[in-house]
């Protein structure tokens, strides 16, 4: 081969090795994620355990819907079993999402704050979240009511 032919298959594979390298990333990039991603309504479960004294120690269950306003908000409504005490509530938070689909929130209901830290999967359809709270052993599970595109939205 004559040099300017090496030169040139060296230049070709060089300039395709980078195109290549770069490609996946492009593509990672365009699946980031915001509040934005959150906007709508979300059916939820949360299972675990609160660690305190009675009454309010012991098995934690509860199901209901948050509803994120797509900036920064979130309200929810639910039916919940703490120890076995059952009862209706509402909560009222805040919360954030990274770039990479990762996020926090918090809610407030009767003087209680809790803390999750949470993972968008499905596309934004889904997250899973645990508490944060050293007063608690709780992960939720959420998945969106209702398809983007449905006219209940």
Known sequence: MKPSTIAKTLTIAA???FALGIAP???ADDRGCSEATLKGVFAYTSTGFIVAAAPYGGPYAEVGT???DG??????????SQNGAVGLGTATGTYTVND????TFMETSD???????????KSGDE???ICQDTSAV???FARRQFPRDDWRR
């Open 66 to 68: 948050q509803t994120f």
């Open 111 to 121: 003087g209680f704050t809790a803390h999750f830290s949470f993972v968008i999967d």
């Open 100 to 103: 990479d689909c990762t996020g």
């Open 71 to 80: 900036k920064g908000s979130v309200t929810f409504t639910f039916n919940a």
């Open 15 to 17: 300039v395709t090795a």
């Open 25 to 27: 990333r492009a593509k």
């Open 138 to 140: 709780v992960t939720r």
């Open 127 to 129: 997250l899973q979240a």
